[in-house]
């Protein structure tokens, strides 16, 4: 079983920058693609970033596509979500999540295509 914990998130000026960290504890977590994904009140969970396990692949939402930046340190365990040029639009519950992808590198869009998920960090952007 894999546990998945974020942290990083806050209170932060629009223009400001802010570094989530989702740490993977239970088992590796290199053999497994990472998703950040984000969540208002009473809207679905939506996609952010995503990477794959070795971390040579990832994509972003159109929304942070030159913003944010996904990495991982497998060494460490620990994927990465360094947002700049935060809005009040990014304010949010990100969430990150892991599939295990022991024969290939891809990586995922939908929340049903992950079977493990953190408990979230909010990030409040303010204008």
């Known amino acids: 079983q894999v546990q998945l914990v974020e942290s990083g998130g806050g209170l932060v000026q629009a223009g400001g920058s802010l570094r989530l960290s989702c740490v993977a504890s239970g088992r590796s977590f290199s053999n497994a693609a990472v998703g950040w994904f984000r969540q208002t009140p009473g809207k679905e969970r939506a996609f952010v970033s995503t990477?794959?396990?070795?971390?040579?692949?990832?994509d972003y939402a159109e929304s942070v596509k030159g913003r944010f930046t996904i990495s991982r340190d497998n060494a460490k365990n620990t994927v990465y979500l360094q947002m700049s040029s935060l809005t009040p639009e990014d304010t949010a519950v990100y969430y990150c999540?892991?599939?295990?992808?022991?024969?290939?590198?891809?990586?995922?869009?939908?929340?049903?295509?992950?079977?493990?998920w953190g408990q979230g960090t909010q990030v409040t952007v303010s204008s």
């Open positions: 990477i794959s396990r070795g971390g040579g692949r990832s």
């Open positions: 999540a892991a599939r295990e992808t022991p024969y290939s590198d891809g990586y995922y869009y939908d929340t049903f295509q992950y079977n493990h």
